[in-house]
């Protein structure tokens, strides 16, 4: 993804003051990073461009990265 922009885990990472995230923060925000990722991909537009969703609730409830894209995009629809 060369969007010029930071990826998730960057962007959290560079406005947090832990210095290294716990290995569920760490796993978190490499699911985060792969949705953005997929995202991008099919609409050109960030995350943040993007309406809030339930994210860690989500993740926590071991929904793939593709399946939280199919949501974003449902959810969205219209509006990407």
């Known amino acids: 993804m060369n969007t010029g922009t930071q990826t998730y885990r960057e962007n959290f990472l560079s406005h947090t003051s832990e210095s290294k995230p716990d290995k569920m923060s760490l796993e978190f ?4 990073d792969e949705v953005e ?3 991008f991909e099919k609409t050109q537009m960030m995350l943040l461009d993007l309406p809030d969703e339930n994210y860690i609730v989500h ?5 793939s990265a593709d399946d939280m ?4 995009l449902s959810n ?4 990407v």
Do not use: C, D, R, T
């Not at 894209?69 to 974003?72: D, E």
């Not at 969205?76 to 509006?79: I, L, R």
């Open 29 to 32: 925000l490499v699911w985060m």
């Open 37 to 39: 990722k997929k995202i």
């Open 59 to 63: 993740f926590e409830k071991k929904m």
């Open 69 to 72: 894209v199919k949501l974003i």
């Open 76 to 79: 969205n629809y219209g509006f």
